[in-house]
Nanobody, 124 residues
Framework: QVQLVESGGGLVQAGGSLRLSCTASGRTFSRYAMGWFRQAPGKEREFVTAISWSGRNTYYGDSVKGRFTISRDNAKNTVYLQMNSLKPDDTAIYYC?????????????????WGQGTQVTVSS
């Protein structure tokens, strides 16, 4: 069982930056691929980015490529999402998720554990 807690959300102006953190409980964090997803009101849950258990492989949704960066610190059981050049369209609840699989999934249906989410609001 893994429990995930996100933090770092908030209100920021367009063009600004935020860094989200997701801290996991348990001693096996390094075995999990980690992903970030987001969901805006009335929209489907959207893939943002994912990172393999080792940190060697990263994947990004088209809408965030070049602006967002995912990283992880297995010693701290934490995955980060650095968000730069934020746009009003980035406004959503951001969720981190964990999957104990060999392949790093980009579909939210493949993830086993989810955090409660953190709100990111980007004003124009």
């Amino acid at each position: 069982q893994v429990q995930l807690v996100e933090s770092g959300g908030g209100l920021v102006q367009a063009g600004g930056s935020l860094r989200l953190s997701c801290t996991a409980s348990g001693r096996t964090f390094s075995r999990y691929a980690m992903g970030w997803f987001r969901q805006a009101p009335g929209k489907e849950r959207e893939f943002v980015t994912a990172i393999s258990w080792s940190g060697r492989n990263t994947y990004y949704g088209d809408s965030v490529k070049g602006r967002f960066t995912i990283s992880r610190d297995n010693a701290k059981n934490t995955v980060y999402l650095q968000m730069n050049s934020l746009k009003p369209d980035d406004t959503a609840i951001y969720y981190c998720a964990a999957d104990q699989g060999v392949v790093t999934p980009i579909s939210y249906t493949m993830y086993d554990y989810w955090g409660q989410g953190t709100q990111v609001t980007v004003s124009s």
